[in-house]
């Protein structure tokens, strides 16, 4: 199966990054799988060149200390393989301006910036470019990436309807729970990384105190009863998929062995720190070796140019270039 996901080097990464994405990647990993560090799509946040190229060395760290082996897959950063910028200038000529100003991700990231540059809006076409340079069959992203992937796959098929058959139309795919990881202290919205919540929001290394101090004054409601229901229960719905999603069980199980909201929210911290510990102690030792890191990105990124060059290649000839 091919597969291609990335990510923003935007910073920290928090639960929900982890749970929707970053954990199926490594659980999908093969030679057929290309994971990319999205550097380009960061330049449409405000930041510094210093500060990206940190969070893009974080990143690398990241991905490797989550699990990711450059020995299986294909590891990389997106600027370093140009056929990303080059696919997405001729697919900015297949998209309309209609379908990207309907982006859901655009309409709210525009209404808090004033003066917001165009880059905001044409993102999401190149991130069809990322996808579509590998012929990527399978793209593993949380739920917020759905508008993105079902924009993706109208744009190929109208390049292919258009140009004739060039890109394999790819489909999303979400984890079963935890696809949509919600803020701990707001639950009806998303763990976000853009929207400043320090309780309601957990990153992947954070201290065992801090992950138990959040749990603990996770919001839940009055009725007392540990029960899976998004509708009417959405700080415990929240907790129960994250259990399960560590755990590898329902949430509909994980609710019927408890009674008590505090005995819930104690076994799953633990829970978070045992699995969480890990992780954390690969980052530190892993970030001490930037070269090491970047080497691996380089070699990734070699594979990575080989592939996307070919695809590439057939689409720029197929629309007369
Ligand atoms: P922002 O909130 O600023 O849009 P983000 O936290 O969504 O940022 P991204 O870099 O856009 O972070 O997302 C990286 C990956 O993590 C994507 O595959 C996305 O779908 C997934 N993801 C992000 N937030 C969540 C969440 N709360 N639950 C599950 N998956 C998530
Ligand atoms: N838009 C995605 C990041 C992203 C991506 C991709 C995800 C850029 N290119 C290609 C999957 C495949 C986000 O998480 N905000």
């Known amino acids: 199966m091919k597969i291609l996901s990335g990510m923003q080097p935007s910073g920290t990464l928090h639960l929900g990054n982890y749970l929707g994405a970053l954990r199926q990647w490594v659980e999908v990993q093969s030679a057929d799988a290309h994971y990319c560090v999205v550097d380009l799509h960061a330049l449409t946040l405000q930041i510094s060149p210093e500060m990206l190229r940190k969070n893009t060395t974080d990143l690398l760290a990241t991905y490797l200390a989550a699990g990711l082996d450059p020995e299986v897959c294909t590891i990389f950063i997106q600027s370093q393989v140009p056929y990303h910028a ?31 540059r165009v880059g905001l809006l044409t993102y999401p076409v190149l991130m069809a470019a990322d996808i579509l340079l590998y012929d990527t069959e399978e793209v593993p992203v949380g739920d917020d990436q759905r508008q993105h992937l ?7 098929e109208r390049f292919n309807n258009r140009f004739g058959d060039t890109f394999t139309v790819p489909l999303g795919v979400q984890p079963k729970v935890s696809a949509r990881v919600m803020d701990l202290q707001e639950p009806t919205r998303k763990m976000s990384k853009s929207i400043s919540s320090p309780l309601g929001t957990i990153y992947l290394f954070d201290s065992p105190s801090d992950i138990k101090r959040k749990i603990s004054k996770a919001v839940t409601d009055t009725d007392g009863d540990v029960r899976y229901d998004w509708e009417t229960k959405p700080g415990i719905s929240n907790l129960l998929e994250i259990y399960a999603s560590f755990a590898k069980e329902t949430p509909d199980a994980i609710a019927s062995r408890y009674t008590r909201y505090g005995d819930l929210k104690t076994d799953l911290a633990n829970l978070m720190v045992e699995n969480l510990s890990p992780l954390r102690e690969s980052y530190d030792r892993l970030i001490q070796s930037p070269a090491e890191l970047h080497a691996v990105a380089e070699r990734g990124a070699e594979k990575a140019r080989e592939q996307a060059g070919a695809v590439y290649r057939r689409a720029a000839q197929a629309m007369g270039l």
């Open 86 to 116: 080059q696919l997405n200038w001729l697919l900015e000529c297949v998209a309309t301006y209609g379908e990207l100003s309907r982006m859901v991700a655009f309409k709210e990231k525009s209404a808090r910036q004033e003066g917001y």
């Open 150 to 156: 079902e924009l993706t796959r109208d744009i190929a």
